[in-house]
């Protein structure tokens, strides 16, 4: 016991609480992780049907195929394989200018998206300083959406706070050599939180080009000072005729 200051007394040894230890069977604490990680998974898996409904092409096509086979047997199923591969060879073959940017761009991009990008998106903000560690948690930018050109990938971004343009422009040689590309350039897009990062995969004015034949307009034979003797529209210039002065016509020629 002491004595306080104002005359009254207080216990000095601290109080003891008895409590109650709770047990957990370890199946509760297992069962509780496999659902949080199971509706981690349902919620992703909304967001990328949500924002790219493409993704269920491949399932819808195989449920396809499975109804087809059950219900007109496999004759069927292998007329219409055929079929739809004939009309994609004929619309590359006839068409190979839309055909590109519809089919192989896309799928190009899909595959570089998630084989290449989003498989090193973590290590990538890491090493560059990107990421951001607060109260034992790494926050990423956020990799929105992945697109192909052919030789470009452009990549969207979502930026943490606090990031602005000069961060990843600083960064953009260590990002263009994390992922295997060229070059990395960074633009502005109309949302202010948002970045386009643009990867230069090969440099297409590498690629030999084959020069373009003769059209019929242009003989190859005729000299090239007497093709150009035309106007800017298409006339030919006025010669000197026979009732101008004689000597304005020779002054012309004089130096």
């Given at each position: 016991m002491k004595l306080s200051m104002r005359g009254t007394q207080r216990e000095t040894n601290p109080l003891r609480l008895n409590i109650a230890r709770v047990h957990v069977p370890l199946s509760a604490v297992l069962a509780a992780w496999a659902a949080r990680r199971l509706g981690q998974g349902l919620v992703g898996l909304v967001r990328l049907v949500v924002r790219h409904?493409?993704?269920?092409a491949p399932t819808a096509l195989g449920w396809f195929l499975v109804r087809l086979v059950h219900g007109h047997g496999v004759l069927a199923t292998s007329i219409t394989t055929a079929l739809v591969t004939a009309m994609l060879v004929v619309w590359w073959w006839r068409w190979r200018d839309s055909f590109t940017p519809q089919v192989v761009w896309r799928l190009r991009g899909a595959w570089r998206g998630l084989?290449?990008?989003?498989f090193g998106w973590q290590p990538a903000m890491v090493t560059t300083r990107l990421a951001v560690?607060?109260?034992?948690?790494?926050?990423?930018?956020?990799?929105?959406?992945?697109?192909?050109?052919?030789p470009v990938d452009r990549l969207v971004v979502r930026m943490l706070p606090g990031q602005v343009l000069e961060d990843w422009t600083a960064v953009g040689p260590r990002l263009a050599q994390t992922f295997g590309a060229q070059e990395c350039r960074v633009r502005t897009t109309r949302h202010r939180h948002r970045l386009e990062l643009w990867f230069l995969v090969h440099d297409p004015l590498t690629e030999p080009s084959h020069p373009h034949p003769p059209t019929a307009s242009t003989s190859p034979r005729e000299p090239t000072s007497r093709r150009s003797t035309c106007s800017p529209a298409g006339r030919t210039p006025r010669r000197p005729s026979a009732s101008m002065p004689a000597?304005?016509?020779?002054?012309?020629?004089r130096i």
């Open positions: 409904p493409w993704v269920l084989m290449v990008y989003r560690t607060l109260d034992r948690g790494e926050y990423l930018p956020k990799l929105l959406r992945v697109s192909s050109t052919g000597a304005r016509v020779q002054g012309r020629g």
